[in-house]
């Protein structure tokens, strides 16, 4: 899928008229000095995508306090020919071709994948940055997926609660190990899909634990064989939320954390979201949209030009905000240069 333009009005910092941006579908480049609203404009493509708003809703209504509501909208093209608007308040509203749509059932439409600033932990950051990658590679995938996360959530917080109060949490196990077991074996198959798109020898991907019997029996014996623990700690000490993604360079078998450098980093971060991509199109049938905040920050001209290439090849809609521009003169990109 490819975005043919997008409309944005009341929308963070731009509060003038109607600001319509019609984008190419490869590389496109928002560029401008900080605070002119390229993160702001990023946001709206990410709402327009199924993916919300980057902190709270209420904050994406015009800065200048005159508004109620905000408002984005999108043409889109390719494996389908659609349009896509959103009415902001304090909630957002979706609608694909006038009808009301779910976040869920948008992103199966335009499949997409988000690297913002904060990304760069994904590869030396808490293991709850990699989990965060699996999981939106999942709600992409399965479509139970965010809602059964956010079910297990809802369960582990009232287990926990009942465990710091002294009393039995018996009444939250089974669907502890229901929710919390298929979460887990959903992440461990969509890695190993995502394994299996890779090209690359040089480094490995794989989930700790692994589990060589089914996720919901695994918790069932743990919380069984850890009880007196889990007392103690008023807290559960098993599942998902302990699930860690392990990225050691094959050379060395060392963390990817401490054999590279934070422009390496930012290379073998965005070889796992192109695989991510191949993956999208394999398994949904339909091009991914990249959005990228910052992308080539830290890299030298080597790196950039090695990102350049990577994104050129993948043929894919590719967004990304810079200061300046990042690439070579000589090259033409789609985009738009903002105002301070």
């Excluded at 298929?182 to 394994?195: A, F, G, H, P, S």
């Excluded at 993604?245 to 422009?263: D, F, K, Q, V, W």
């Excluded at 003169?329 to 789609?334: A, E, H, N, V």
Aim: with cysteine.
């Amino acid at each position: 899928m490819r975005f043919d333009y997008s409309i944005i009005r009341n929308f963070r910092n731009f509060s003038g008229p109607d600001l319509k941006i019609n984008w190419d579908p490869g590389i496109n480049l928002i560029l401008g000095k900080n605070g002119s609203g390229k993160t702001n404009l990023l946001e709206s493509l990410s709402i327009l995508t199924g993916w919300g708003a980057f902190s709270r809703t209420s904050n994406v209504i015009s800065w200048s306090g005159k508004n109620l509501r905000a408002y984005a909208a999108a043409r889109l093209s390719g494996e389908e020919t659609f349009s896509v608007s959103s009415e902001i308040s304090s909630r957002i509203s979706l609608r694909l071709n006038d009808k009301t749509i779910s976040f869920t059932d948008l992103r199966l439409s335009i499949p997409s994948i988000i690297f913002l600033t904060g990304n760069l932990n994904l590869i030396d950051g808490s293991p709850s940055s990699r989990r965060l990658f699996i999981d939106r590679l999942c709600a992409l995938f399965i479509p139970p997926y965010a809602k059964r996360l956010a079910d297990f959530r809802n369960v582990t917080r009232t287990r926990s609660l009942l465990l710091r109060q002294g009393k039995s949490p018996s009444m939250t196990t089974e669907p502890y190990c229901d929710l919390g077991g298929w979460i887990m074996d959903m992440r461990r198959e969509v890695l190993k899909q995502l394994i299996s798109v890779s090209k690359s020898s040089k480094f490995k991907l794989e989930f700790i634990p692994s589990l060589v019997i089914s996720g919901r029996e695994y918790l069932s014996e743990m919380l069984e064989r850890e009880r007196k623990r889990e007392i103690y700690a008023q807290r559960p000490l098993f599942g998902p939320g302990y699930d860690e993604i392990s990225i050691t360079m094959t050379e060395n078998g060392r963390p990817a954390s401490e054999s590279l450098s934070r422009g390496q980093k930012r290379r073998l971060i965005l070889y796992m979201i192109i695989i991510s991509g191949r993956l999208i199109k394999h398994r949904m049938k339909r091009d991914p949209v990249l959005l990228f905040d910052d992308l080539t920050a830290e890299l030298d001209s080597e790196g950039r030009e090695w990102t350049y290439q990577r994104l050129k090849e993948t043929k894919w809609q590719v967004f990304i905000t810079a200061p300046e521009k990042p690439f070579s003169s000589r090259k033409k990109f789609g985009g738009i240069n903002l105002p301070c």
